[in-house]
């Protein structure tokens, strides 16, 4: 009998823990999904928002031009929207080195 109730206590509590693990898990997951999903998304949108202010500065962007925008983190892409307005050319704004690649 003892031994009875004490496995009912056992499988209750194991299962309250796997529901409320699950539950946090789900929430925590979720939670974690979106706040990627939303800082790629913006990153995704500040490197189109990039290439078509060069493109309409300088003209069609050639790929190591690209190249440079899709690795690129959000700090070096905004810098970029600034360094635009002054720039003179692509190599001006990435750096001399970059047209080889």
């Given amino acids: 009998m003892l031994a009875e109730t ?11 823990g796997v529901t409320q693990g699950l ?4 929430s925590q997951g979720l939670s974690q999904g979106l706040s990627q999903g939303l800082n790629q998304g913006r990153q995704q949108g500040l490197v189109k928002a990039v290439g078509l ?10 790929e190591w031009a690209q190249s440079r925008l ?3 983190d959000e700090a070096q892409l905004l810098s970029w929207t600034g360094a635009i307005l002054s720039a003179t050319s692509l190599t001006d704004l990435f750096g001399d080195d970059n047209a080889a690649h």
């Fill in 23 to 26: 539950s946090q898990g789900l």
């Fill in 53 to 62: 202010q060069l493109q309409l500065r300088f003209g069609p962007v050639p």
């Fill in 6 to 16: 004490i496995g009912n206590w056992f499988d209750e509590a194991t299962r309250k």
């Fill in 70 to 72: 899709d690795a690129a």
